[in-house]
């Protein structure tokens, strides 16, 4: 195809209109004169179109081939050849029958025989390829959406296991109860960690996913993640060692993914390490790259043979394999840390020797320091009672259509606030109308009526609420899904299911937000 259309353009540009140039062209083509008229159609384009020169000869192109509402298009590209504007336009054309046909269109300028300028036309029947694309692109959209109500609909009942499990562990006194309930828990904690992979794959590679990028410090986001890995470690008599080499690394990412990923590569680090310890240190560099922001994870585990280190970040890939392999996982936290560092314009390495353990490191490249004030985003909770905010709890509107998680929020609030809950965006939208509300708390998918960001829109057009804080409850926890919640009006999030100590931390920042 190229060859051809590179040899048809330089037919037309430096030659006179003839013929024999055209008619043996598997490219339908049409010649026209400034007016728009056929002066000559080669027989691929009798064929693709199913006119004869005769019916169309002499006549304006654009009655027949072109639908109406790109005649004006069609003529732009007769108006930019003659000018000696080359463009190629994918557009649509109409056949005798009425079919509509995709075409790739490429308008160039020629001499008629009468030395007349004219317009010659390439049109390249590309339906197929469209077809594909948009079948492609069906297919993704739905895959997009399966995934969205699969999060939905396992992660609301895995927010009342796990959530309903802790209270149990607080309130239970019986040790065999007691150890019934905590592998519960943890049984629901690694089904929940193999869906998150599955689904944060499967979303990663059915959409065009664009990371909501921000300066941040890293070295600050690491010392906030290693309290929790620390005392992971330490459950596990591993020690556990921080070393922040440079306290002002700042790069353009999106925090939620890059915790993400550093979670992963601890948690691969854990799952492999039996005795010794786990070592994150973060410091800066200078590559042939540029100057570049590191964070590495190390451990003393079973390590990984040079074979491995080639495969281990592709899917479902892990160091041991098949019915003999030692270790749990879907194998998919190496690939979504691989692919997430990627998408931030950053880069993963791997360093290993069996027995001795591994370093995994990634880089991602630094940004110059600027006036940022950015505060940990970590809040306390230590002593969150009805004393700290007044002499009365402060009152909140619970918007939740699910009993169960109804019943379990409540709970988890029960110390701090004054809850009144309502099960659907209209009835809380009148509750808000009689009543001053210090936050709203409401799930996305309300079910029948107006969904939850529906209902937020509406309570922002409010006078009384248009600053007053709600807070999303979601169990669609894919990567893209806050930059959608907060354009609709929300403050802030939180993802099923949660601990009472995720909920009450995003409930004091958006309060402070407020």
Wanted: net charge negative.
């Amino acid at each position: 195809m190229v060859d051809r259309e590179m040899d048809l353009r330089k037919v037309s540009v430096n030659t006179s209109f003839s013929a024999q140039h055209y008619d043996k062209s598997q490219d339908a083509i049409v010649v026209l004169n400034r007016k728009n008229e056929v002066i000559h159609v080669n027989e691929s384009f009798v064929n693709l179109f199913n006119y004869s020169f005769e019916e169309i000869k002499s006549k304006d192109i654009n009655r027949f081939i072109v639908p109406d509402e790109h005649i004006e298009e069609a003529m732009e590209l007769s108006r930019n050849a003659l000018s000696r504007m080359v463009v190629r336009k994918d557009t649509k054309r109409k056949s005798k029958n009425g079919k509509i046909i995709w075409v790739s269109a490429l308008g160039l300028p020629v001499k008629i025989e009468n030395k007349e300028d004219g317009v010659l036309v390439i049109y390249n029947d590309i339906s197929k390829t469209i077809e594909a694309r948009e079948k492609s692109e069906e297919a993704n959209r739905m895959k997009t959406a399966l995934i969205a109500n699969m999060s939905h609909e396992f992660r609301t009942p895995m927010s009342a296991i796990l959530g309903f499990s802790d209270i149990l562990k607080e309130e239970l006194s019986n040790e065999e109860h007691l150890s019934m309930i905590s592998d519960i828990h943890s049984s629901a904690r690694r089904l929940l960690n193999t869906l998150n992979s599955i689904l944060e794959l499967a979303h990663l590679e059915s959409t065009n996913f664009k990371p909501n990028v921000s300066l941040v410090n890293l070295s600050v986001e690491i010392a906030r993640l290693s309290k929790m890995m620390k005392n992971q470690a330490l459950n596990k008599n591993l020690s556990f060692n921080l070393d922040i080499e440079d306290n002002n690394c700042f790069s353009l990412i999106d925090t939620d993914i890059f915790n993400q990923i550093i979670t992963n590569l601890f948690d691969n680090a854990l799952k492999y390490t039996q005795k010794g310890g786990i070592g994150i240190k973060i410091y800066s560099g200078t590559s042939i790259n540029g100057k570049r922001n590191y964070i590495s994870v190390s451990d003393t585990g079973i390590g990984i043979t040079r074979d491995n280190q080639k495969v281990i970040f592709n899917e479902f890939r892990q160091v041991s394999e098949g019915i003999s392999r030692n270790y749990e996982g879907t194998g998919l936290g190496l690939t979504l840390a691989k692919k997430m560092t990627e998408l931030m314009d950053g880069s993963v390495d791997v360093k290993s020797e069996i027995g001795k353990g591994s370093v995994f490191t990634i880089s991602f490249p630094s940004a110059d320091e600027i006036n940022l004030r950015r505060s940990d985003g970590h809040h306390s909770l230590q002593g969150m009672t009805s004393q700290d905010t007044g002499s009365s709890k402060p009152k909140i509107l619970l918007v939740e259509d699910n009993k169960t998680n109804k019943v379990l929020i409540k709970r988890f609030l029960q110390n701090h606030f004054e809850v009144h809950d309502v099960s659907g965006g209209a009835d809380a939208i009148k509750s808000i109308s009689r009543e001053n509300y210090a936050l709203i708390l409401m799930d996305i998918n309300l079910g029948l009526g107006m969904n939850g960001l529906e209902t937020a829109r509406e309570i922002r057009k409010l006078p009384s609420n248009n600053d007053v804080p709600i807070v999303a409850v979601t169990g669609y926890a894919l990567a893209g899904e806050k930059e959608k919640i907060l354009e609709n009006g929300f403050t802030d999030y939180i993802s099923k299911p949660f601990t009472r100590e995720q909920l009450l931390e995003v409930l004091i920042r958006a309060l402070e937000h407020d």
